[in-house]
């Protein structure tokens, strides 16, 4: 029977089974398809609680989605304009609402990520 994660041992465990699970043909509405999804969602709970990642800087999240996206300075830019491109990247000025509005847009970077202190 699953339980909730309380002990680092039983994370391991369930990470081992759902390595298991994963290497072997599952079959849509199985039992062990069933298993595998409660198992990741106990594991996810757990990592939540247990190894929580902080949201990337402002900034070096959208320099990241342009590297992703094979995009330049120059793509940003069209985006901002010239001179609040620069003064942003910069630091010397912060992004607004209407920039946060049409980065998260045209970069596909969830609003929250954009809207941190930096």
């Known amino acids: ?3 909730l994660i309380k002990t680092e041992e039983q994370y391991e465990s369930y990470l081992e089974r759902i390595y298991t699970l994963m290497q072997t043909d599952l079959q849509v ?3 062990e398809s069933d298993e595998l999804e409660i198992l990741s969602i106990l594991v996810k709970g757990y ?7 902080d949201k990337p800087n402002p900034i070096e999240a959208i320099k990241f989605r342009l590297d992703q996206m094979g995009k330049g300075e120059a793509f940003l830019s069209k985006i901002l304009g010239a001179s609040r491109k620069s003064e942003i990247l910069s630091g010397k000025r912060k992004l607004n609402l209407p ?5 998260s847009h045209e970069l596909h970077i969830s609003a929250d990520v954009l809207v941190q202190e930096y």
Do not use: A, F, T
């Open 29 to 31: 509405d199985s039992k």
């Open 99 to 103: 920039q946060i509005r049409k980065l």
């Open 47 to 53: 990592e939540e609680v247990n190894y929580p990642i």
């Open 1 to 3: 029977m699953l339980k």
